[in-house]
């Protein structure tokens, strides 16, 4: 894919991401006001996070151990569907026992990772789980069908499968969880993922001819690859998902609501993280495994897209530092959630907003790792990024309570994202990833100028309507940004490789 169509696609898919995200922050926002802080919402939040985001890593981990297996036939869509016919076959079979497992053992682990509930919340969590776990069998299909459709530079329709899940639920939210309540809406989660398959499947059988049959075949050599790289790519994938647990297993102790307003403010960072993060890297990741033969485009697109990826994520910080409480206030506080909860969920968003740069570089960089095919490398750095999480959430919990939780982690992942930089320097002959100092400074300059003006802007926004202070705020600070970008004759989006 040439340099123009990479940047359009890119801002395409973050459009559509864009839409997506705002469906899931109102799907969010609908369960915080009709569940609050109660310990309902501390079961729900629980729940989900042991299942349903846990499945999003381990769908991330398909599509990413996939794409390379599948990519090598992108000239050749017969092939492609055969071996993925195999791998959803041999997939789904795992992902039954998994869901047989989780079903049949939940509170065992369930205890453990909320060990600080009381046993009207544990219990409450414990059949949630039980009920969301089937969601794992859809997965298989689900992330395998994202692979194929970005091997086909379909990235769009890849992007939107997440919109049927979040209108069914918010449709479940406004007119039946009153009667039906949270064991209603964990059914409605998993029909939601269901839903997802029927956007993929129609477009695959019509558009590109494709037939699904099933096709147990545990000696194909690109299955034994696939089974190979998988398990270093899960663990890489649920690096930041179990820093996320362990957070919750912390917050668990910290009183009623400590969960849910952890989880309010870890979804909304997530949401806003992602959109940019899976908007770039879903359409990179396919290009970097087709070109990385071809040594010079390979090291300009990991070049050009660092730079791209540094500078995007730097102005977000800033964005989500300082204008946090607002945005939170405009968004969570209604019915149940009052103006004390806003500040907590606020100042644990600011929190996890500094690490934000970090979780956009661990994700590229793990990618990259991928196409190179040093899964393992890349997933000694994730175990690296989880036991400094440990390690700085037990520190920082007793001195900065439910705040230290959100701050370990923007650390956590923040060090092992300039890991993640020097191992891949290493692995990527001729790559030399900090080259360009002069784009490096400026890009420090740009922020530190922005950063500084913030402080100000801040006090002199006087407006009492949230949404145009919000607005007001960004427009200021995004002006100030370009300014600075174009005092200091940053040209980003000419570098090489982007």
Sequence with gaps: ????????????????????????????????????????????????????????????????????????????????????????????????????????????????????????????????????????????????????????????????????????????????LKDYGVYGLAVATVLGWFMQICIQLPYLKIKEKYKFRLDVDFKDEDVKRFNKIIVPMLITAMAYTVNILVDKYLASSL???????????????????????IGITSVIYPNLSKIVKEKDKFIKLIKGSFNVITYAFLFLIICMYFYSEPIVEFIYKRNNITSDDVKVIAAVFSMYSVGILGFAINDFFSKVLFAVEKEKVAMKVSI?????????????????????????????????????????????????????????IKMIIIFAITFIASIYIKDMILVENLILKTVMYGIIAGLIYILATILVRLKIFKKEGM
Excluded: W
């Design 1 to 176: 894919m040439e340099k123009n169509k990479i940047i359009k696609t890119i801002f395409s898919v973050i459009t559509i991401l864009l839409f997506a995200k705002v469906l899931g922050l109102l799907r969010d926002i609908l369960v915080a006001v009709n569940l609050g802080t109660n310990y309902e919402a501390d079961a729900y939040s629980m729940a989900t996070n042991i299942t349903v985001i846990l499945f999003i890593s381990y769908g991330g981990s398909i599509v990413n151990s996939s794409i390379p297996v599948l990519s090598k036939y992108h000239d050749n869509k017969e092939k492609i569907f055969e071996k993925a016919n195999k791998l959803i076959s041999n997939i789904l079979i795992i992902s039954i026992v998994l869901c047989f497992l989780g079903v049949a053992f939940s509170e065992i682990y369930t205890r453990f990772i909320a060990s600080g509930f009381d046993d009207k919340t544990f219990l409450l969590t414990s059949d949630l789980v039980k009920i969301l776990f089937p969601s794992i069998i859809f997965t298989t299909t689900i992330y395998i069908y994202i692979a194929m459709l970005q091997i086909f530079d379909k990235f769009k329709l890849a992007s939107i499968t997440s919109i049927p899940y979040n209108l069914l639920v918010i449709g479940y939210v406004v007119f039946f």
């Design 255 to 277: 009183g009623e609501g400590a969960v849910a307003s952890l989880d309010y403010a870890y979804k909304f960072y997530f949401a806003i993280s992602t959109t940019v993060v």
């Design 384 to 440: 690296l990024s989880v036991a400094l999480n440990v390690v700085l959430n037990i520190i920082l919990v007793n001195v900065y309570g439910i705040y230290g939780l959100a701050l370990a982690t923007a650390i956590a992942v923040s060090i092992s994202g300039l890991v993640f930089i020097l191992v891949t320097n290493k692995y990527v002959e001729g790559l030399h990833i900090f080259e360009d100092k002069i784009s490096i």
